[in-house]
């Protein structure tokens, strides 16, 4: 059973567009929430974050929204850039533990 | 900053050798590391979560005779693929904590078996 759920493997969308990513996760003990951007050839880079105790968190062009009750969020990067194409890992943790949950991931293309 | 390196970057191995991975936190204490293997098709799957002072603790289909670890300090740690086959080829991934749940990744070893 997959605990972190990323329903969409790709998305494409046009330079200066708004790529919304969703996700869903089954474990209500999950309380932190990370975003992860891959490009090829590397490793996960921590992009954003969330806590459950919050709805929203914003950093730049990067937002999340957290939905508790319906254990869904998405991820929102506004005005897309070429360079923001990459893969994107939904993940989750429970408090206390180090154990993160990774989605499979959704590959985002910006096309210019 | 956190950074998190590992060397090798990239490894072949011969089917059924073994080779050794190291991961490297600076800048951060790394209370606890995890080492993950992604497949081709980017699954991350958890091996086992070390924490410092407490046992090293192996996901289910892992095994400390297959792939020991060590981490002996608060900045290093080091794993093992023993006996190497094909099934075993991905890219292993470092994630290393500082006591929250903010996990840093390096940038990971390619591992390739022939």
């Known amino acids: 059973q997959q605990q972190v759920r990323q329903s969409s493997q790709s998305l494409t969308v046009w330079e200066g567009e708004t790529a919304i990513l969703n996700c869903s996760y089954e474990n209500s003990a999950f309380d932190y929430f990370p975003w992860y951007q891959q490009f090829p050839g590397e490793g996960p880079a921590l992009l954003i974050a969330i806590r459950s105790v919050s709805d929203k968190k914003e950093d730049g062009r990067f937002t999340i929204f957290f939905n508790k009750r319906e254990k869904n969020l998405s991820l929102h990067i506004k005005d897309s850039q070429p360079g923001d194409s990459a893969t994107y890992f939904c993940?989750?943790?429970?408090?206390?533990?180090?154990?993160?949950?990774f989605g499979s991931g959704t590959r985002l293309l910006v096309s210019p | 900053g956190a950074l998190v390196y590992q060397y090798p970057r990239r490894t072949i191995c011969k089917s059924g050798t073994s080779m050794r991975m190291e991961c490297q936190a600076v800048?951060?204490?790394?209370?606890?590391v995890a080492w993950y293997r992604q497949s081709p098709q980017k699954t991350f799957e958890l091996i086992a979560l070390?924490?410092?002072?407490?046992?090293?603790?192996?996901e289910q289909n892992f095994t400390q005779e297959k792939f020991p670890i060590s981490h002996p300090n608060l900045s290093f740690s080091s794993m093992t693929v023993l006996n190497a086959y094909l099934e075993d080829r991905g890219l292993y991934l470092c994630g290393a904590s500082t006591g929250g749940q903010e996990q840093y990744f390096g940038p990971g070893t390619r591992l390739t078996v022939l």
């Open positions: 800048g951060f204490q790394a209370t606890s």
């Open positions: 070390s924490t410092v002072n407490s046992a090293i603790k192996y």
């Open positions: 993940a989750a943790s429970a408090a206390g533990g180090y154990k993160v949950v």
